[in-house]
């Protein structure tokens, strides 16, 4: 079994002073330093039952998951509302150039990752500076993808043109109807959205280990990065990915009403199309 033990803070418990040999064990640094063993035990203990949870905590996971979170949360925003705008913009494909953006789009999904790292981190580090900033994954992560496109097109597609034609009548522009007719409807295609591309976001580990330093990790590259290279505390590694897997349950948990409706509307529209009765 591996203890993460800041060899600092034990000296400055224990009242030593200057060097300590980190090979000593209990017994020998009891007999050298004058220290009652059960002292020593006592502070270890916490340590021994709860190894994990104190190697984590003490080495960045709040900073991390804090991270992780403001990443996941500005990527899933902004992203459906990139994703909104392109397809208010394609709903219907009423021009010819619509399709040819559209499957431009639909080609990202057939692009491994791997095949574009490399361009993408001369870009992000030495174009637009941003090396080991959470700026530069968010960026990654809105930048036109096939899931959003088609997600948010093809439901913008299905909205009456009876809800548009009156705002065009009254005066309005098309930010009108975009803010007070097209946002409010979009709860649904958010969903799914939300649902698909969340764990997606908060999971990535590739893009946090190219383009980030160890001190501004997300969750899934500081959980990597407790792996040594001669021994592993697995102990932390379970507890880093068991707490890691709490915020995104609870996200579940709360909105999974509004998951529900969306897998339900989109079985109800697939039913109406096919000619079901739906009662």
Known sequence: TVYNVDARAFRREMGISGYMNPQLNL???????????????DYLRPYVQYNGIYTILNN????????????????????ALLGIMTGSALAGFRRGWHMFVYNSYLLNMIIPPMMVILPQYLIMTRYLGLENSLLS???????????STMVFTSYIATVPKELREPVYMDGGKHYHYFLYILLPLMGT????????????????????????????????????SIGGTFTTNYEAIFSGVLFSLVPILLVY????KLFIRSAMAGAIAGARANGAPVI
Do not use: C
């Open 27 to 41: 017994e020998q640094i009891a007999e050298r330093y004058e220290i009652e063993p059960e002292r020593i035990r």
């Open 60 to 79: 960045g996971f709040v900073r991390s998951l804090v991270a992780t979170i403001v990443v996941t949360a500005t990527s899933v925003l902004v992203g």
């Open 137 to 147: 994954l968010i960026l990654l992560h809105i930048k036109g993808g096939a899931l």
């Open 189 to 224: 295609p958010f969903a799914v959205f939300a649902s698909i591309t969340m764990p997606w976001f908060w999971n990535d580990l590739l893009h946090a280990l190219v383009f980030l330093r160890p001190e501004n990790y997300t969750l899934p590259a500081f959980i990597a």
């Open 253 to 256: 948990l709360v909105f999974q």
